[in-house]
């Protein structure tokens, strides 16, 4: 199960975004989004809402489950 910093960076690698240029358009350190990345620290809700902005996802996107298919 991907946890939300790996979301985030799956979606920053889709978007071809390195970390030093989502840091800057949205704002926010991006020693700190690496960090969350990782998982070492845990996102807040504003943090989440600008990402979401940014990619036009809903807020959501970072807490879905994965869908496991069985054959």
């Known amino acids: 199960m991907k946890g939300i910093g790996q979301r985030m960076k799956t979606l920053r690698l889709?978007?071809?975004v390195t970390l030093q240029?989502?840091?800057k358009e949205i704002q926010f350190n991006y020693s700190n989004l690496s960090k969350i990345e990782r998982g070492s620290r845990m996102p807040s809700v504003e943090l989440l809402s600008?990402?979401?902005q940014f990619y036009n996802?809903?807020?959501?996107f970072f807490f879905e489950e994965e869908k496991v298919?069985?054959?």
């Open 14 to 16: 889709e978007h071809g």
């Open 21 to 23: 240029e989502l840091g």
């Open 50 to 52: 600008k990402l979401s």
């Open 57 to 60: 996802v809903e807020i959501s």
């Open 69 to 71: 298919i069985c054959s």
